[in-house]
């Protein structure tokens, strides 16, 4: 039978309750039967990631494990091109999920630039995105863009709001070198992988 399958895609660098929250929301608001957290290899549009990629994936494997709608999948590690996500869903859609509609999850922010994503109009036609807010997007801005690409290649983009946590991977690399608390803004697994790897602490 046909699953409903969502996509967190992101560097996860590293995991936070800002990308946990927005996945459980998500998987109750659009009846999803699975969430994949798919850490990105070597992403196309950011700078050098801190935490090498099977160290990203673990924290990924560790906040996910306690969830069983969710699913920690290394199909982007573990290759060494540029991960664009138009070649992670044809694998999926090549492999196990041939059958299943899949939804991309982005924070809003990502909303704003998907005209830019390689081959976007084919991956409009292979999947539907959910943007979900984020502190600090405005949002008015990201509706009119899902006007916009709805309008113009007909992409299937829907918006939810979320409950807002100001969390973002970057604050949490600057206080653990800043020697901040991160207590409660990642799994406490996660906060002791971080702990115990020396993670962050230097740039
Ligand atoms: P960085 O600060 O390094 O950019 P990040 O916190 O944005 O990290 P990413 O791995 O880049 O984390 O994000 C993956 C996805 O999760 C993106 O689509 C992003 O918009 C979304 N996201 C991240 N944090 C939040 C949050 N607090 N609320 C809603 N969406 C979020
Ligand atoms: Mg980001």
């Known amino acids: 039978m046909s699953k409903r399958i969502g996509i967190m895609g992101g560097t996860f660098d590293p995991i936070h309750y800002g990308h946990l929250v927005l996945a459980e929301e998500v998987l109750n608001a659009f ?9 990105v290899g070597k992403a196309p549009h950011k700078d050098e990631e801190k935490a090498d990629k099977d160290m990203r994936f673990q924290m990924v494997q560790l906040a996910t494990i306690t969830n069983s709608n969710f699913r920690a999948l290394s199909i982007e590690i573990d290759c060494e091109e540029v991960s664009y996500t138009i070649n992670t869903v044809e694998k999926l859609k090549m492999g196990e999920n041939k059958d299943d509609e899949l939804f991309f999850i982005t924070g809003a922010d990502a909303i704003l630039y998907l ?18 807010t984020r502190p600090g997007i405005d949002y008015k801005n990201v509706l009119e863009k899902i006007e916009y690409l709805k309008d113009k290649y007909g992409a299937n983009i829907y918006p939810i709001e979320v409950p807002a946590l100001d969390i973002s991977s970057t604050e949490i690399r600057d206080r653990v070198r800043d020697d901040r608390s991160i207590k409660y803004l990642v799994p406490e697994s996660v906060e002791a992988y971080i702990k115990k790897n020396n993670l962050y602490k230097k740039g």
């Open 31 to 39: 009846s999803l039967d699975k969430i994949y957290f798919i850490p």
């Open 115 to 132: 005209d830019s994503w390689m081959r976007f109009e084919e991956l409009f036609s292979m999947c539907s995105f959910i943007a979900a």
